[in-house]
């Protein structure tokens, strides 16, 4: 949708206190500068009301009534804004605070005080990670889909001394390990040391490493 001032997208905000706030929306200059109606604003602000990103803009242009493909990106304050899967050139690192937010709203934002900041558009698509996403990974959603990203275990052979786990990955150049429990319904996954990786072969990627001496082991893909 077009010409929309200071409207959300996506929030995340709290019931029990009306400041911490994680939004991505218009332009809250969009009134005085029609120009700037069509860009992503950024705005990010704590449980005490320190405000970390005080509406920092993107260059890139989202809401001129056409289907464009947004993401945040936030690695512990780099954050990354991206649009289509191109990054904005913008800066937005910031100096993260205490920020617990216990609403995601779609559309606007739902807080103790109500909701507000209605958008009045289409939204579709819309899904959040417990990790930054690579560049391909963005890239990869914005034009195939929410599921490119999930990572699959594709085959495992077995030798007298080795593991050998082929993997499909969205980003197989992208930093990854192997873990490792003996108890499938456990939490205490361990990294796997010594793991050889082979090289990129499209998305697929293959690790190796020793065979354990003894008991069963499960076997899992990370990225970051």
């Given at each position: 949708f077009t010409g929309q001032v200071d409207k959300r997208v996506f929030s995340e905000s709290a019931n029990t206190n009306n400041n911490p706030?994680?939004?991505i929306g218009t332009d809250n200059l969009a009134a005085t500068n029609v120009?700037?109606?069509a860009v992503v604003d950024i705005y990010i602000r704590n449980n005490g009301g320190g405000v970390s990103i005080n509406h920092l803009h993107s260059g890139l242009t989202a809401y001129n009534d056409a289907w464009h493909h947004i993401a945040w990106v936030d690695d512990k304050g780099f954050g990354r804004l991206y649009v289509d899967g191109v990054q904005d050139?913008?800066?937005f690192t910031y100096l993260r605070g205490l920020l617990t937010p216990n609403i995601t709203s779609v559309g606007g934002i739902i807080r103790s005080n109500g909701i507000?900041?209605?958008y009045s558009g289409l939204i579709d698509d819309v899904a959040v990670w417990g990790r930054a996403l690579t560049p391909a990974e963005v890239l990869a959603v914005g034009e195939q889909g929410l599921g490119i990203v999930r990572l699959k275990v594709t085959d495992i052979q077995v030798t007298a001394d080795r593991v050998h786990?082929?993997?499909a990955m969205t980003d197989p150049a992208g930093g990854r390990r192997i873990e490792e429990i003996s108890d499938a319904s456990g939490s205490n996954w361990t990294p796997v040391p010594d793991v050889i990786w082979s090289l990129p072969a499209g998305n697929q990627i293959t690790a190796s490493f020793a065979r354990p001496t003894e008991g069963q082991r499960?076997?899992?893909?990370v990225t970051y």
């Open positions: 706030l994680v939004n120009n700037r109606a050139t913008n800066s507000g900041s209605v786990l082929a993997c499960f076997y899992r893909v």
